[in-house]
């Protein structure tokens, strides 16, 4: 049996391969060849097999085989094959057999897929997140600069500056608990010039609608409040 001797100057090299804030990169071309040996698998697959595109509905039809379902499967193919007397013609054990192996390496191969995809997301996120924070150096360095009225300082920052503007939200979307709370404060604190309705149509003690308008203008609150019921005699 033979070993293979490490080069000390390849892994030398690649342990100073590190960002300034010490996060150590994969070397490119290892990076590239794990990418180069997914990408053939994923084009590799389709040529293999027959049922690498379902439909939403056909992947619910499909019972598949969970750990349960798995364990009924196994045991009838060893019951099958040592009392062959209750196997029916149009049943092949061999094939039931071969279907087994093959649930078997498929769902390890998913585990390993599924693990595999874990540390390159955790890799991917820690790698963005580096990226992103040297990235901001040079941000925050133009921005300076351009407050500073340094030339050609301005063009920069105005190229960079739409990544941090808020798209606002849309109108369609609910605002949530805390906006709202942060919002009735506001309001009532003569801070913003609003006005939210609230409206009761079924109040627990008596019928009618409860209906609450606060208006802040100018920085003093106005409250109003018109209650309509209709009390049960």
Do not use: C, W
């Not at 092949?92 to 390159?120: F, G, H, P, Y």
């Not at 890799?123 to 351009?146: C, F, H, K, P």
């Not at 805390?178 to 309001?187: F, G, H, R």
């Not at 913003?192 to 409860?210: Q, R, W």
Request: cysteine-free; charged content about 30%.
């Amino acid at each position: 049996m033979t070993t293979q001797k490490k080069n000390p100057t390849a892994n030398a090299k690649a342990e100073t391969h590190k960002t300034g804030n010490e996060k150590a990169l994969i070397p490119m071309n290892e990076l590239q060849q794990i990418h180069d040996e997914v990408y053939n698998i994923m084009e590799k697959f389709p040529d293999i097999s027959q049922d690498v595109a379902l439909s939403e509905a056909e992947r619910r039809r499909l019972q598949g085989s969970g750990i349960r379902r798995y364990g009924f499967i196994d045991k009838v193919s060893d019951l099958a094959a040592a009392n062959t007397d209750f196997v029916p013609p149009f049943m092949s054990i061999d094939d039931l057999k071969d279907l087994v192996r093959q649930i078997e390496i498929l769902r390890n191969t998913s585990a390993n897929l599924q693990q595999l995809l874990r540390m390159v997301n955790d890799e991917l996120l820690v790698t963005g997140d580096e990226a992103y924070r040297i990235a901001l150096m040079y941000y925050n360095s133009v921005r300076d600069a351009s407050r500073r009225r340094v030339p050609g300082a301005a063009a920069l920052f105005n190229m960079l500056r739409p990544f941090f503007t808020s798209m606002g939200r849309r109108k369609t979307d609910e605002p949530t608990e805390k906006e709202i709370e942060k919002d009735v404060k506001a309001l009532l604190h003569g801070k913003k010039e609003d006005e939210i309705i609230v409206k009761n149509e079924k109040p627990t003690t008596s019928g009618g609608m409860h209906e609450v308008i606060d208006e802040v203008h100018r920085g003093r609150a106005t409250i109003k409040e018109t209650i309509e019921e209709n009390e049960k005699n």
